[in-house]
C-alpha cells in the first residue's frame, strides 16, 4: 500500500506536524499521502474502526493493517487534524510517521571524500556494505610506478621496474601512483581519498619512464610478470594507436593464468582504435561525465569500448597532495577497483565472470559511445550480478507498494521486497506481462507511467538471485488519469452583482471510481471542504470583499482534479 512519502515539517517528541493552521490549505497535486502508523492499544476492537472514525474527519486514502497497529495514508494538508483525531481515540495508543529506511551506504571519512563524485554515481558506497576488498586480491597496476605512500600502507608488494630492469618500482612521474590510489587507495583512514577495492593487494610494474612513455616490449613483459605474480586484475592506464601480436600474446598469457585485464580506451575524442584496449580479450574503459555522458576527450566506439567509468577522480600525487586526475588512465582505475570488489567475493568468481557481470549490469547510458549491452559501471549492480553456482533455494519477493487493488494515477512509484540467503542478482518489474522495469540495488524501486488512461493492471515481480532462480508476486491495481465530473447546478450566475449577504451555491460531482472530496474556493483560497458527491455551500459575501471568484472543485478517490467553470459575483 502504503506510499510513505516524507514531508517537511514532521517532528519533534512524536509527531508534531505542520499545518494546523491549514485546515483548509489546497491538495494540489503536490499534496501527496503522508503515511501515519496508529498503534492500537489491547482494548481495540480492530483497525477497521479506528480507521472508519477517522474518516469521519479526514480524507483516508488508503490504510492498511499490521501486527498491533495500522497504517493509514492522510493527504498532506491534513495530517494535522488525522494526528489529533487519532490521538483523542482510546483505541489508538501511538501515532508516528512511517519512516522510510535505506540501506547502510559507507561514508568514508577520508578528506577528499566529498570530491568524489564516482564513487557515488557507480554505488560504490552500497558495494561497501558486501566487501571493501580482500587481502586475497591483488591489482597490477603496469604503469609508471607506484610511490608508497600511507594510503597504500601494508598492501604494496615488490613490484619490478620494467624501464631500467630492477626492483625498484619507486613512481618517477605520477600517474602510476594517481592510478594505484583510483583503485585502491585505503578508505576511512582520514587521509588523502578512498579508493574503490580498499583491502586489495597492489603490485607495482614500472612499464613507463619518467615521461610517461614505454614501449611495447616492456609493457608486454609487465603484463607476463604480472600474471606470474598471481595479479587477478591488471591495469593498463596507458595505450598507442598501433595493434601489436607481442601485446596480444602478453594478455592471451594472462588470461590464461586467470587474469582480468583492463585498458584505457584513450584520450582522443576520437573513434579510432586504441591499443592494448582495442584487443578483443581486454575490457576497454571509456571516460564518463557526472552526469553520464562521454567526456569529450574520451575515444568511442560502441563495438569496441567496452565499459564507462568516472573519468574525472580526486587522486594523490608523489608528495600525497590530492588534484583532480582525469582521462581513460583514471577511468580504468575506477573500474579495475570495482572488478577487485568483485574478485574479493566468495566463491571466488573468474575473470570471465567478472566481466561479464561488469558489463552485463552496467547503467545503461545514451550516445552509443559504448557497447549497447553495457554501459557505466555500477559497483553494487555488479557484485549482485554475479553468479552462485550450485545454489538452489529460490528468492523471496513481495510488494511494499502499493496495495492491492489500489487507485493509482500520474507516475506511480511501486516497491518491492526481495530476499535470498546467498544474494538477488535483479527485480524486474511487469505491467500485464510486460517487463518495464529492472532494478538490481536494494531497496527496489520502480517509476511506472501506466500507458492506458484507465482500467486494470496485473503488476507482477520476478526476482532472480545470483544462482538464476527465481521468484514471482502479482499484484492488481487499478488505474484512474481521468478527472472527475463536477459542477455548480445552482446559485448566483457568473457576473451577478448586488449579492445579498449570504448566498447558496449548491454543486455535485461524480467519478467511476468515487470521489474523495469537493471543496469550495472563494479568490483562489479553499474556504470549505465536504467529503460527499453533493453540497449546498454557504457563503457569507461580506467576508470576501467586493469581488467574489468563485469555484467549486472536485477530487475523485485516485487524486484527479476537475474544476467546476469559475463564477465571477460582485457586491
Not at 400 to 421: E, F, I, K, Q, Y
Request: charged share 15%.
Amino acid at each position: 500500500m502504503i506510499l510513505r512519502i516524507l514531508t517537511a515539517g514532521l517532528l519533534t517528541g512524536g509527531l508534531a506536524l505542520t499545518g494546523s493552521g491549514a485546515a483548509f490549505a489546497a491538495p494540489a497535486p503536490a499534496d501527496l499521502p503522508v503515511s501515519l502508523v496508529v498503534g492500537l492499544r489491547p482494548s481495540a476492537a480492530t483497525g477497521t474502526a479506528v480507521v472508519d472514525r477517522l474518516e469521519d474527519s479526514v480524507d483516508v486514502v488508503e490504510s492498511e493493517p499490521l501486527t498491533g497497529a495500522v497504517a493509514v495514508d492522510v493527504p498532506a494538508s491534513q495530517v494535522a487534524d488525522a494526528a489529533a483525531a487519532l490521538r483523542s481515540n482510546p483505541a489508538v495508543a501511538y501515532v508516528e510517521q512511517d519512516h522510510v529506511a535505506a540501506i547502510a551506504a559507507i561514508t568514508p571519512n577520508d578528506p577528499a571524500f566529498r570530491q568524489q563524485w564516482g564513487l557515488t554515481r557507480t554505488n560504490v558506497g552500497a558495494a561497501w556494505s558486501t566487501t571493501r576488498g580482500s587481502g586475497d586480491v591483488v591489482i597490477a597496476v603496469v604503469d609508471t610506478g607506484v610511490k608508497p605512500l600511507p594510503d597504500f600502507a601494508g598492501r604494496l608488494l615488490p613490484g619490478y621496474d620494467f624501464v631500467n630492469k630492477d626492483s625498484n618500482a619507486t613512481d618517477d612521474h605520477g600517474h602510476g601512483t594517481m592510478a594505484a590510489g583510483v583503485s585502491a587507495a585505503t578508505g576511512n583512514n582520514g587521509t588523502g581519498i578512498a579508493g574503490v577495492c580498499w583491502s586489495c593487494k597492489i603490485l607495482p610494474v614500472k612499464a613507463l619512464n619518467a615521461k610517461g612513455l614505454g614501449t611495447y616490449s616492456d609493457i608486454a613483459e609487465g603484463v607476463r610478470w604480472a600474471a606470474d605474480q598471481g595479479a587477478d586484475i591488471i591495469n593498463l592506464s596507458l595505450g598507442g594507436t598501433a595493434d601489436s601480436q607481442l601485446m596480444r600474446d602478453a594478455i592471451t598469457y594472462a588470461m590464461s593464468k586467470g587474469a582480468l585485464v583492463l585498458a584505457a580506451a584513450g584520450n582522443e575524442g576520437s573513434p579510432a582504435l586504441h591499443y592494448p584496449a582495442a584487443i578483443p580479450d581486454v575490457l576497454a574503459v571509456g571516460g564518463s561525465t557526472a552526469t553520464d555522458t562521454r567526456y569529450p576527450w574520451s575515444n568511442y566506439g560502441s563495438s569496441w569500448v567496452d565499459l564507462a567509468a568516472p573519468g574525472c577522480n580526486p587522486a594523490q600525487g608523489l608528495t600525497g597532495a590530492v588534484s583532480q586526475f582525469c582521462g581513460t588512465s583514471s577511468a580504468t582505475p575506477f573500474a579495475s577497483g570495482v572488478a577487485a570488489l568483485l574478485a574479493s567475493t566468495s566463491p571466488a568468481p573468474d575473470a570471465a565472470a567478472i566481466r561479464t557481470a561488469l558489463t552485463s549490469s552496467a547503467t545503461r547510458i545514451s550516445g552509443s559511445w559504448v557497447a549497447g549491452s553495457s554501459g557505466r559501471v555500477d559497483a553494487a549492480a555488479a557484485l549482485a550480478s554475479l553468479p552462485a553456482p550450485g545454489d538452489t533455494t529460490g528468492p523471496a519477493t513481495s510488494f511494499l507498494s502499493p496495495s492491492g487493488s489500489a487507485l493509482v494515477r500520474g507516475t506511480v512509484t511501486v516497491s518491492a521486497r526481495a530476499t535470498d540467503d546467498v544474494g538477488i542478482a535483479k527485480v524486474e518489474l511487469l505491467a500485464n506481462n510486460v517487463v518495464v522495469g529492472v532494478d538490481r540495488v536494494a531497496p527496489y524501486a520502480f517509476s511506472w507511467r501506466p500507458s492506458i488512461r484507465g482500467g486494470n493492471v496485473t503488476l507482477g515481480l520476478r526476482a532472480y538471485d545470483r544462482g538464476g532462480n527465481l521468484a514471482t508476486a502479482a499484484r492488481q491495481v487499478r488505474v484512474d488519469n481521468a478527472g472527475p465530473a463536477v459542477r455548480i447546478t445552482s446559485g448566483p450566475a457568473n457576473g451577478t452583482r448586488k449579492l445579498a449577504r449570504t448566498v447558496r451555491l449548491a454543486a455535485q460531482s461524480s467519478d467511476a471510481n468515487g470521489i474523495r472530496s469537493m471543496e469550495l474556493l472563494v479568490n483562489g483560497k479553499v474556504v470549505q471542504r465536504y467529503a460527499g458527491v453533493r453540497r449546498t455551500f454557504t457563503i457569507a459575501t461580506a467576508k470576501y470583499g467586493k469581488t467574489l471568484r468563485v469555484q467549486v472543485r472536485a477530487y475523485d478517490r485516485a487524486g484527479n482534479v476537475a474544476y467546476a467553470p469559475t463564477r465571477t459575483w460582485r457586491r
